[in-house]
């Protein structure tokens, strides 16, 4: 499989190096070629498979060149084997039409772990091949950090360096980051916003030379193999309900666009998905996109779901790009307009590509609250506040009512217990796997936001290429 970049001069490369890469040389994100095509047998055939093997199907062509099946399985079974829950991604059936998808079963608790952990593994067993070595810099709001931070813990070829911005993520969530001791993990508290964190991280790969020194990397979601390890549990839970024979619609709490933009996949892949519902909250820059063709940005409003709290959605460019009718010449001209005026219009091409498969809500806080509620009363679940933006948007879908709506259930409730509490009057207790969280120890560095001291620390601590 060969992966070419949205903006249309990054060279064409396989998976491996498009793993490695993150984002291509243009400035764009890599999408396949061409997409594979599942046929309503090879649908039919996946009923019944483990996590496991629907992953090993439904990934196969998109790693062909680069790995072997049985090598796919090894790197799939260590990366499922860490999730608490034998099925990985569990349905929960809330009503005659409504289902939640869990994603949330792996070890830091969000529908991250799903693709990280398969990244983790993924970059361990291209870097061994290649001798070399990787120093993973981010910034987080929360949930990424953790993720990122677990799933390549302790592995030798690669140094993990997050910055968050200090006081501004919860106790669990820096807690989730803080107390990973191993000695490839270097937390860093910024005296700033995660904007200001962000643009740090921005810096760092903008300094060519110390990039290349340190051959950084990044675990954003712009990395296409992340997006892929998602397409996966759609298949999973379509085939679980029905699919091929009948049609699946999933509702998606969205913010940068990677989870529903897998479940597009998804559908040109083969998967008769009825319809995408993008859930936004008030930070609705999204809706308005897919509503009435306006893509401009505003000011982030912080909310109860900030892994949702955003204003740019990276992976946004690549529907702009598929749906528009994979002309990156042109994509490239209309996103150096965007970086300038933060402001563009969907072409009638995009629209018309986007709105066959796509609609959108914003849901705002009493919308949130009014489906922690329901799901409560009606099931007796305890949702998470992104899940709820999800449902919100799920029980406004306009659809025949024989069409199962799938929620997204992105968080375990556990994340976010002041939100869920103040909703429901219930405090989610952690599970018992991340139980001794409050009392671990933990290490992180504290850092002014400048960015001297934050390339000084890293110099000193990663390790140069050779
Ligand atoms: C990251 C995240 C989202 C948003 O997912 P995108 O792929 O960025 O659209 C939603 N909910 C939770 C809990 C998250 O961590």
Redesign the pocket.
């Given at each position: 499989m060969h992966y070419v970049s949205t903006r249309g001069s990054a060279p064409a490369l396989g998976f491996e190096d498009v793993t490695l890469a993150g984002l291509a040389s243009d400035g764009g994100l890599y999408l396949p070629e061409s997409w594979p095509c599942f046929s309503a047998e090879d649908i039919r055939a996946l009923a019944g498979l483990s996590y496991v093997e629907t992953a090993v199907r439904v990934m196969a062509p998109f790693v062909a060149g680069s790995l072997g099946e049985e090598e796919l399985r090894e790197l799939c079974t260590a990366a499922y084997g860490r999730f608490s829950h034998d099925a990985v991604t569990p349905l929960v059936q809330l009503d005659h039409r409504h289902w939640l998808l869990e994603l949330f079963h792996g070890p830091t608790l969000?529908?991250?772990d799903v693709a990280l952990q398969l990244l983790g593994q993924l970059f361990e067993r291209f870097l061994s091949r290649r001798d070399d070595h990787l120093t993973i810099v981010g910034a987080t709001s929360g949930?990424?950090g953790s993720a990122a931070i677990d799933a390549v813990a302790g592995r030798e070829k690669i140094d993990i360096f997050m910055l968050h911005p200090e006081g501004r993520v919860s106790d669990v969530q820096r807690r989730q980051m803080t107390t990973v001791l191993a000695p490839n993990v270097y937390n860093i508290a910024i005296d700033g916003s995660f904007d200001d964190a962000q643009a740090l991280v921005k810096a760092m790969f903008n300094d060519a030379a110390f990039a290349r020194r340190f051959n950084l990397s990044a675990v954003n979601?712009i990395n296409w193999a992340r997006l892929m390890a998602q397409v996966v549990y759609y298949f999973y839970a379509a085939v679980r309900l029905g699919a091929p024979e009948r049609a699946i619609a999933f509702s998606v709490?969205?913010?940068?666009?990677?989870?529903?933009f897998a479940g597009y996949v998804a559908a040109q892949m083969g998967l008769p998905v009825a319809r995408l519902m993008v859930a936004t909250n008030v930070n609705d820059i999204l809706h308005r996109a897919l509503s009435e063709g306006d893509y401009s940005q505003g000011q982030v409003v912080a909310t109860a779901t900030p892994?949702?709290d955003i204003q740019v959605s990276s992976n946004f460019e690549r529907l702009l790009f598929d749906a528009g009718g994979r002309d990156g010449k042109a994509l490239a001209e209309q996103m150096k307009g965007f970086e300038a005026s933060k402001a563009m219009r969907l072409t009638n091409a995009q629209r018309e590509g986007a709105s066959a498969l796509f609609t959108s809500a914003r849901v705002d806080a009493d919308g949130m609250t009014m489906a922690m509620r329901w799901a409560y009363d009606a099931a007796g679940q305890v949702i998470?506040p992104?899940s709820a933006i999800g449902l919100a948007a799920a029980r406004s879908i306009d659809l025949d009512p024989s069409v199962p709506v799938v929620t997204l259930a992105?968080?375990h409730a556990a994340k976010f217990p002041t939100a869920v509490e103040r909703a429901t009057g219930i405090r989610p207790s952690l599970p018992s796997r991340v139980g001794d969280l409050f009392a671990r120890e933990e290490a992180y560095a504290k850092l002014p936001g400048t960015f001297d001291a934050v390339t000084a620390y890293v110099a000193e601590r990663a390790t140069p290429r050779a």
């Open positions: 969000a529908f991250k949930d990424t979601s709490p969205t913010g940068n666009f990677g989870d529903v892994s949702m998470d992104h992105t968080a």
